[in-house]
Nanobody, 111 residues
Framework: QVQIVESGGGLVQPGGSMRLSCTIS????????VSWHRQAPGNQREWVAA???????RYSASVKGRFMISRDNAKSTVYLQMNNLRVEDTGVYFC?????WGKGTLVTVSS
């Protein structure tokens, strides 16, 4: 049974940084692409970033140049480094692998 646990969320001031982790068990992540998504209050869930099994990354236009996705297959973990955070980055961040979702971690960007 695949389990996906996101962590690392919290409160941060605008301009600050935060690193999210997505730890996955029950599956060998090395052969799967993994993606991060987010959902702001009252909005639909949106795609943020993705990384292929060969570690090729891509980003939505709204986060490109500020966020970086990476993976450590030995630790079954995918990371999302978020820099220069903005108020509009606030939301619940979800990790997805093989069409399965975690429960998310809340990121609040506020002064």
């Amino acid at each position: 049974q695949v389990q996906i646990v996101e962590s690392g969320g919290g409160l941060v001031q605008p301009g600050g940084s935060m690193r999210l982790s997505c730890t996955i068990s029950g599956i060998m992540i090395g052969t799967y692409g993994v993606s991060w998504h987010r959902q702001a209050p009252g909005n639909q869930r949106e795609w943020v970033a993705a990384i292929t099994p060969s570690a090729i990354d891509r980003y939505s236009a709204s986060v490109k140049g500020r966020f970086m996705i990476s993976r450590d297959n030995a630790k079954s973990t995918v990371y999302l480094q978020m820099n220069n955070l903005r108020v509009e980055d606030t939301g619940v961040y979800f990790c997805k692998i093989d069409e399965k979702w975690g429960k998310g971690t809340l990121v609040t960007v506020s002064s």
